[in-house]
């Protein structure tokens, strides 16, 4: 099993520019998540998945993030325009009723 | 709203010296996971315990499952440098689907 496969690993943009995350769930978990998380804290939920239906994404900045899970598989992540704030590990995770969740590696963006 | 809470935010101990991290929820819990996070890592999880006054155990460490369920525990015996992370409780409730908490964590550094 591959686990949760997410990139890019690193990303250094320019504030304005957009950004863009992708994540691979585990083969089979219908849940999938992405949460963000700052240096010293705890991840925060920005959206959860079931199959391909946002049924959780109040703490998502609609204003400029936005997702999509076309096919309940895989999930995009974008920020448009970024800002410095913004700078932060994205992280993916997929669930199971018994192992709780798998995350990804995460990607660390910087924005400049 | 709902909220975890963990204490304490960070511990420093001797390599060998026993930690202990309380996990507090607001809110009676379906379950509880526990995850560790590396610095540079992401959080992977440990255990799930899902009854009330529940223990288990794993090695060195311990966690517990209150009456209440409304809290929860993780030990370890000895630490070891190799304990060195982030410990996050994380909390379920189900209304429908669930929805998963996270704590605020705690902070172990082990000294050699």
């Known amino acids: 099993e591959a686990g949760v496969v997410q990139s890019p690993r690193y990303k250094i943009i320019e504030k304005k520019q957009p950004v863009a995350f992708w994540c691979n769930p585990i083969?089979?978990?219908?849940?999938l998540y992405w949460y963000r998380q700052n240096l010293g804290q705890g991840p925060e939920l920005l959206i959860r998945?079931?199959?391909?239906?946002?049924?959780?994404d109040s703490q998502l900045p609609k204003d400029r993030f936005s997702a999509e899970r076309l096919k309940g598989v895989d999930s995009t992540l974008k920020i448009q325009p970024a800002e410095l704030g913004d700078s932060a590990v994205y992280l993916c995770?997929?669930?199971?009723?018994?192992?709780?969740?798998?995350f990804g590696s995460g990607t660390r963006l910087t924005v400049v | 709203g709902q909220q975890v809470m963990q204490i304490p935010q960070y511990q420093h101990v001797q390599e060998g010296e026993d930690f202990t991290t309380y996990c507090n929820s607001s809110?009676?819990?379906?379950?509880i996971q526990w995850y560790k996070q590396r610095p540079g890592g992401h959080p992977v999880f440990l255990i799930q315990?899902?009854?009330?006054?529940e223990v288990k155990k794993q090695k060195r460490l311990t966690f517990q499952f209150g009456e209440a369920k409304k809290n929860s525990s993780l030990h370890i015996t000895a630490t070891q440098t190799t304990d060195v992370g982030t410990y996050f409780c994380?909390?379920?409730?189900?209304?429908?689907?669930?929805?998963?908490?996270f704590g605020t964590g705690t902070r172990l550094k082990v000294l050699a």
């Open positions: 998945y079931e199959n391909e239906e946002a049924v959780d």
């Open positions: 809110t009676t819990l379906s379950n």
């Open positions: 995770a997929s669930s199971s009723p018994l192992y709780g969740y798998t």
């Open positions: 083969s089979g978990h219908n849940t």
């Open positions: 994380v909390g379920a409730l189900r209304s429908g689907t669930y929805k998963y908490i």
């Open positions: 315990l899902v009854k009330s006054g």
